[in-house]
């Protein structure tokens, strides 16, 4: 019983109930034979509210970020032996698919949200092939954490600034009163020019320039700097 709670009195405490509720006889006698075949293995114990629930997810998705499938895929079977949810490790590995892939490989976050779905409608066990599969794509792609970085910094900016005006020409104008205001006077379709862009302000006066999004160093988002790089020369350093 020690072995199998890992050093967790909650566990050893938990364990013992179960081999006491599993005697039916009068007189109690424990050995480690039966002690194993009364909780089958050492992850029966697997406290899906308590610490480990957090433990093992944490290394899990830190497993996925450090691109390593092969901690991924065990601690994937660590929580699914255990009984934990399916759709809960589906639903941390779209979170996932976002903040530590984002656009690095966009694919990752479509995978993501397809496993939920298939695991949501298939159930178990069949669904822990769904889960593996993802969980060792995400570890295998490419990461970046730009997106999440950039909302972040842009709700910081918000916070900062508070509400600023929307510039006129980026303006919706329904009335004639709003045209008479010159709301979205100056605004120019960009489907109208040439490569589908014409160099516009996009952002409140007080942040014009403001970088946001900082695409990060692998083959995909080198593909998008320099394409915005492209469209904006200088504007915002890419």
Same mark, same amino acid.
């Given at each position: ?74 601690? %994937? ?7 934990e ?88 104008a329904?009335?004639? %009163? ?57 504007k915002?350093g890419?």
């Amino acid at each position: 019983m020690f072995r199998v709670s890992g050093g967790d009195a909650r566990k050893l405490l938990n364990a013992l109930e179960i081999v006491v509720n599993s005697i039916t006889t009068e007189n109690i006698v424990v050995t480690n034979e039966f002690v194993l075949k009364c909780i089958q293995n050492n992850l029966a114990l697997y406290d899906k509210n308590g610490e480990q629930h957090y433990d093992i997810i944490s290394a899990f998705i830190k497993s996925i970020r450090g691109s390593d499938p092969n901690g991924a895929v065990y601690w %994937l079977a660590r929580m699914l032996e255990g009984g934990e949810d399916p759709l809960f490790i589906a639903r941390r590995m779209v979170i996932l698919a976002s903040e530590d892939i984002g656009n690095a490989n966009p694919t990752a976050l479509v995978i993501a949200n397809n496993c939920f779905q298939a695991v949501n409608v298939i159930g178990m066990p069949e669904g822990r092939i769904v889960l593996s599969q993802t969980a060792t794509y995400l570890a295998c792609s490419a990461k970046s954490n730009a997106a999440y970085l950039a909302i972040d910094d842009a709700i910081a900016a918000v916070r900062q600034t508070g509400d600023l005006p929307v510039p006129l020409h980026l303006r919706n104008a329904p009335t004639k %009163l709003m045209k008479n205001l010159d709301y979205g006077k100056d605004y120019q379709y960009a489907h109208a020019h040439e490569n589908n862009f014409i160099d516009l302000e996009f952002l409140p006066t007080q942040l014009s320039g403001k970088l946001f999004y900082n695409p990060n160093n692998n083959p995909r988002e080198n593909e998008l700097r320099a394409f915005l790089k492209q469209r904006w020369k200088e504007k915002y350093g890419y």
